[in-house]
C-alpha cells in the first residue's frame, strides 16, 4: 500500500503534468485556430499581382519597422530598429527574402499565418511560434488572403540581407513566447473589417458607401491605425470603448493624439484636408508632420489619391471619443471665460546680443522698443526724444561707455514728420519721433512715389541710445519671428505665406488677430517686421508690383 507522502508526491506530479498540459493547450496556437475562423490563405499556385503587393507593403508601413537601419531605402528589410516599451525592447527582425537570417524559407501559407494569426514556423514547436503583438497582426489579420499573396510575392522580390538582428530583451513574464498564446485567444477577435466599426446602415445621407468600406479596409487593415493612436490596458490591448481615442508612445516619451471626429480629436478637419495631410503630411493648421507620423507619411504619400480619400472618410465616421490630450482642457461650451490653472508663460526671450560686442562702425538691430535721446547727456534728459520701433535698422556712429551714437535712415511722407518709416510708400515703421528728433532730423529733397503719388522725403536722423534690446544679426530676429508667427498663428489657421500680401496689407492682417494672442508689444511689433520684409512687394529679390489704385499703401 502507499505512504501517504507517496500519494501526495503522485498528487503533486500528476497536477503539474495536468498544469504543463494545461498551459500548453491553452497557448497553443492550434487552440486558437479551433476557436477563431479566417478566411483560408490564397493558393500559392495562382497568380500574384506585384503592383498590388506594393500598395499592400506601402499601406502596411512594413519599412517604417524593418527597413535595414542605416539606409534610406524601403526595398532593404534587413531590420534592427529598436523599439523600446514597458515590456522591454523589441529588436525588430530581418523580413528580407535571405533564408538564413530573413523569411526566405518561409512558404505561403506561413507567411499568410504569421501576418493574419500571429504565428511563426518553428523548429521547436509542431503547432507553431507565438508572434509578439508589436508586430500588428490584431490589425493584420483583418487582410484579404489575396492581398497577403500578393504582399508575400512583392516582399519575395526584394534585396536579400544577410543582416543578423538580435532576439527581443524582454521583461519577465513576457519573455515567455509561449504565454502570448493567451494573449492571442484574448484579444485577437479573428473578425473582418465588415464586424468592427460603424455600421453603413448609420452613415449620413451622401456618403459613398465603397469609399467608406474601402477606407476602412485601409484603416482598420493595412493601415493598422488604431495600433498606435489608442490608448493600452496593462495587457497591452486596445480597449474597444477608446479605439483612436489617442493614447501615449510605446517608449513612454509621448502621446499620440486623438483622430476620433471629436472636439478633443480632429473634428475641424475636413475629409479634403484630412486626405492631404496624409499625402503631404501638412495638417490643416500649417504644420508638418514629425516624429513617428512622418515616417507612416513617408508611405502614405505613395498611396494613391483615392485610397486616402477613402481613408479620410471613414475616419470622419468613427464613432467620437471626447479624450483630451494630457494636459490639455475639456473643451468649453459655455460663454463664459475660463482660465486655466496650468497656463504659464513660455515664451521665448527676445534675441539680443551681448552689448559689449556692439563697436563702432556695425549695423544693429532692434529686438525691443527703445527710447532715443538727441543728446548724450540721457540721464539728464526729463523725457525720452522718440522710440526706435523692434525691426528697425541702425548703424553705430560712436560709443561711448553703454551709450551708443546711432543713425538711423528711412523716409517720411511729406506732411508726417514724427515718423521714418523705412521704403517709400510702406508702413513699416522703424522710428517715432518728438518735437527734438522732429527739429533734428537731416532731409533731402521730395520724390514722389509712383506707385501711390504721395510725395515723399529722405530722412537721416543722428540720436543716442543705450546698447541694451539690440542684436547684430538681421537673421536672428527673422528667425524668432518667424518661429513665434509659425507657432503661434498655426495654432488656429492654415498659415499664409509671407509673400501672400503686400507689407501695408500684413498689418491689418496682423493686428485683426492680436486680440487672439499673448504677445507683448515687441513680439508683435518684431513679427510684423519680418512678414513685412518678406511681403510680395518687399521681400528679398522680389520684384516691386504696380499698385493700381493710388491709395493703396498710403500711410495713415
Not at 132 to 137: D, G, K, L, Q
Request: net charge negative; glycine share 8%.
Amino acid at each position: 500500500m502507499l505512504s501517504k507522502r507517496k500519494k501526495i508526491s503522485i498528487a503533486i506530479a500528476g497536477a503539474a503534468a495536468l498544469g504543463v498540459a494545461g498551459f500548453l493547450v491553452l497557448t497553443s496556437p492550434w487552440t486558437w485556430s479551433m476557436t477563431r475562423s479566417l478566411p483560408a490563405a490564397a493558393s500559392a499556385s495562382s497568380p500574384a499581382d506585384l503592383d498590388n503587393g506594393r500598395l499592400i507593403f506601402v499601406a502596411s508601413d512594413c519599412a517604417t519597422c524593418h527597413a535595414t537601419t542605416g539606409q534610406d531605402s524601403d526595398e532593404q528589410l534587413g531590420g534592427g530598429k529598436v523599439l523600446d516599451t514597458a515590456f522591454g525592447k523589441f529588436h525588430m527582425p530581418n523580413i528580407s527574402p535571405d533564408t538564413e537570417h530573413g523569411i526566405g524559407s518561409w512558404t505561403l501559407a506561413e507567411f499568410d499565418r504569421a501576418v493574419r494569426e500571429g504565428v511563426g514556423p518553428s523548429s521547436f514547436w509542431p503547432d507553431g511560434n507565438n508572434l509578439y503583438p508589436a508586430f500588428p497582426y490584431t490589425s493584420y489579420q483583418r487582410l484579404t488572403p489575396e492581398d497577403v499573396r500578393d504582399l508575400y510575392a512583392y516582399m519575395m522580390a526584394l534585396p536579400k540581407s544577410d543582416k543578423l538582428v538580435p532576439d527581443h530583451e524582454l521583461n519577465f513574464p513576457y519573455n515567455l513566447r509561449r504565454g502570448i498564446g493567451v494573449w492571442r485567444l484574448a484579444f485577437l477577435d479573428g473578425k473582418s473589417t465588415a464586424e468592427i466599426g460603424v455600421d453603413t446602415a448609420d452613415l449620413p445621407a451622401g456618403i459613398d458607401h465603397a469609399k467608406f468600406e474601402r477606407g476602412r479596409y485601409l484603416v482598420e487593415g493595412a493601415g493598422h491605425c488604431v495600433e498606435c493612436h489608442s490608448p493600452r490596458t496593462f495587457m497591452g490591448n486596445v480597449p474597444n470603448d477608446m479605439r483612436y481615442a489617442g493614447g501615449p508612445n510605446p517608449e513612454g516619451t509621448g502621446h499620440f493624439p486623438n483622430i476620433t471626429p471629436d472636439e478633443t480629436g480632429i473634428s475641424f478637419w475636413s475629409a479634403a484636408s484630412l486626405a492631404n495631410y496624409l499625402h503631404t503630411g501638412v495638417s490643416p493648421i500649417g504644420r508638418q508632420a514629425g516624429g513617428d507620423m512622418a515616417e507612416v507619411i513617408e508611405n502614405t504619400s505613395q498611396l494613391p489619391w483615392q485610397d486616402l480619400q477613402a481613408m479620410a472618410v471613414y475616419l470622419k465616421h468613427i464613432s467620437p471619443i471626447d479624450k483630451p490630450a494630457p494636459g490639455m482642457p475639456e473643451p468649453n461650451f459655455t460663454e463664459e471665460v475660463v482660465m486655466l490653472d496650468t497656463a504659464f508663460d513660455r515664451r521665448a526671450p527676445l534675441p539680443t546680443s551681448d552689448p559689449q560686442d556692439i563697436s563702432e562702425g556695425d549695423d544693429v538691430f532692434v529686438a525691443g522698443t527703445k527710447s532715443l535721446y538727441t543728446t548724450s547727456e540721457m540721464e539728464q534728459a526729463k523725457t525720452e526724444d522718440g522710440k526706435f520701433l523692434s525691426g528697425a535698422k541702425a548703424r553705430v556712429l560712436a560709443r561711448q561707455g553703454d551709450k551708443l551714437q546711432l543713425e538711423i535712415s528711412g523716409w517720411q511722407p511729406e506732411n508726417a514728420p514724427s515718423v521714418i518709416y523705412q521704403e517709400k510708400g510702406q508702413r513699416v515703421i522703424m522710428a517715432a519721433l518728438g518735437d527734438k528728433a522732429v527739429a533734428a532730423a537731416q532731409r533731402g529733397e521730395t520724390e514722389i512715389e509712383p506707385k501711390t503719388d504721395q510725395v515723399w522725403r529722405p530722412v537721416t536722423l543722428q540720436v543716442w541710445s543705450d546698447a541694451n534690446q539690440l542684436n547684430l544679426s538681421q537673421e536672428e530676429l527673422w528667425s524668432f519671428s518667424q518661429n513665434a508667427y509659425q507657432a503661434a498663428c498655426s495654432s488656429c489657421h492654415s498659415l499664409a505665406e509671407k509673400d501672400h500680401f503686400t507689407a501695408n496689407q500684413w498689418i491689418g492682417t496682423l493686428k485683426s488677430m492680436k486680440r487672439f494672442t499673448s504677445f507683448n508689444d515687441d513680439e508683435y511689433r518684431l513679427i510684423l517686421a519680418y512678414l513685412q520684409n518678406h511681403s510680395n512687394d518687399l521681400g528679398p529679390d522680389i520684384p516691386a508690383l504696380v499698385v493700381k489704385k493710388a491709395s493703396e499703401g498710403v500711410p495713415q
